[in-house]
């Protein structure tokens, strides 16, 4: 089974620019989460989705937003870019209906630089 | 709100020695995972703890959950440098009737084994 995949691996943004992360989670698995990891915050929860809808949503201003597609495939947006949204994001999905585990599965991230 | 602390941050250790790194969190659950992260890589599922009293052994590293107590433990037996990474843990609570789950993880834990 293929694994979770993330499109850009690498983006250099500037400020006030907008950029869209791409992700595609294990066939079969309906949930998808993000997070951002930077040194200085840790690895935080941005939001998840499953079946199309956000369930939930991290302490992320408005400018993080995200959708989820009918194939499960997730999209993250970040608009008007600031310096301190450079990081690794990452994504994971997961089967909630795997209720053993549920285990969440990372994609390989995007590192995203804002000059 | 969940909060996750690790310790220590930051270990140095010998080839050949035992060590803990502890994973206190502030809210009840009995679902917490370990992950190992490699400089510049993802995130790598170590152990999955689903219950109170879990214990998992993978080669040298064994990990333990005490729900009541709301500490997980991740024992490194007679370090390898192949053990040098980040390793984390992260706690699961549920966010929705789907079984969805949102991690919230600890700072971290940075472990240098030296030949």
């Given at each position: 089974k293929a694994g979770v995949t993330q499109t850009p691996r690498y983006l250099i943004k500037t400020r006030g620019q907008q950029v869209t992360l791409s992700c595609s989670p294990i066939s079969g698995h309906r949930s998808v989460s993000w997070y951002q990891q930077t040194p200085g915050q840790g690895l935080q929860f941005l939001f998840e989705y499953f079946s199309e809808t956000q369930r939930n949503k991290g302490n992320?201003?408005?400018?993080f937003s995200g959708r989820q597609f009918s194939n499960s495939r997730s999209e993250m947006n970040v608009s008007t870019?600031?310096?301190?949204?450079s990081a690794l994001y990452l994504c994971a999905s997961s089967s909630p209906?795997?209720?053993?585990s549920n285990e969440q599965f990372f994609g390989p991230g995007t590192r995203l630089t804002v000059l | 709100e969940l909060k996750v602390e690790q310790n220590p941050l930051f270990l140095s250790m010998q080839e050949g020695k035992n060590y803990t790194i502890y994973c206190n969190y502030s809210t009840t659950s009995d679902r917490l995972y370990w992950y190992r992260q490699d400089p510049g890589k993802s995130l790598e599922s170590l152990f999955v703890l689903l219950s109170n009293g879990a214990v998992k052994q993978e080669g040298r590293l064994m990990a333990s959950l005490d729900t009541k107590a709301r500490l997980s433990t991740l024992h490194i037996t007679?370090?390898?440098?192949?053990?040098s990474a980040t390793y984390f843990c992260a706690v699961a609570l549920p966010?929705?009737?789907?079984g969805n789950e949102k991690l919230t993880f600890g700072t971290g834990t940075r472990l240098t084994i030296i030949p």
């Open positions: 992320f201003p408005g400018r870019l600031e310096l301190g949204d209906a795997d209720k053993i | 007679a370090a390898v440098h192949d053990l966010i929705s009737n789907f």
